[in-house]
């Protein structure tokens, strides 16, 4: 397996280049500072330096079985920086038979909210994270336009640095009920896993420990 994971110095980023070499994939690193990069050196590890919006960034997407993108702002400032890297990718994989998975968030309305989170817990979410919040409705909406790039979204709930357990609770196109966070090591062993899982294209999942 051939991926390239964007957003590879990330938290969620870095873990899942670890994981990736570790399943024994080849695997290309984006980043904007090689400096902060956090995995080692690896004989099946590429870096390729490039920003979001460079149109090079093309040749390090294409040709792959998959690419994975793991962004995030790192302030609650305005940030383009999912919708972005998302609306470069797609560009570069359209027709192509590359999977594209990305992580957005459980924030997000989804359908059969339950009360509380419909009407309390969503809306304070939004209003503290709006920027960001903003951001990953821009990305989910240019997937949801591009219905010929085999995409996936997942959704994770509140990120900690836990270790990673042995079940992750996914359900598609609705949140996990009353489960409320999940570590980003399992999010990363997630991403990977619905690289590998056709029954995911085209679809948001959420996930929670």
């Known amino acids: 397996m051939k991926i390239t994971v964007l957003g590879a110095s990330g938290r969620i980023g870095g873990l899942a280049v670890r994981e990736a070499l570790a399943r024994g994939w080849h695997v290309t690193a984006v980043v904007r500072d090689p400096a902060r990069l956090t995995a080692p050196a690896h004989p099946r590890l590429d870096v390729a330096v490039h920003t979001l919006t460079d149109p090079r960034l093309a040749d390090a997407v294409t040709g792959r079985d998959a690419v994975v993108l793991a962004l995030g702002p790192t302030d609650l400032k305005p940030t383009t920086v999912n919708s972005d890297g998302t609306r470069s990718v797609v560009s570069a994989l359209r027709g192509s038979q590359t999977r594209f998975v990305v992580v957005s968030a459980s924030g997000l309305p989804a359908e059969g909210d339950a009360l509380f989170s419909r009407l309390l817990l969503k809306p304070l979410l939004g209003a503290v ?63 990977l896993d619905a690289v590998e899982d056709n029954s995911l294209t085209g679809k948001t999942v959420s996930i929670a420990q």
């Open 129 to 191: 994270l709006r920027n960001g919040y903003a951001d990953l409705r821009r990305m989910e909406a240019t997937l949801h336009e591009a219905p010929e790039v085999r995409w996936t979204i997942v959704r994770p709930t509140r990120l900690t640095d836990k270790p990673a357990r042995a079940r992750v609770r996914s359900q598609v196109g609705r949140d996990v009920r009353r489960r409320f966070q999940i570590p980003r090591a399992n999010v990363a062993r997630f991403l």
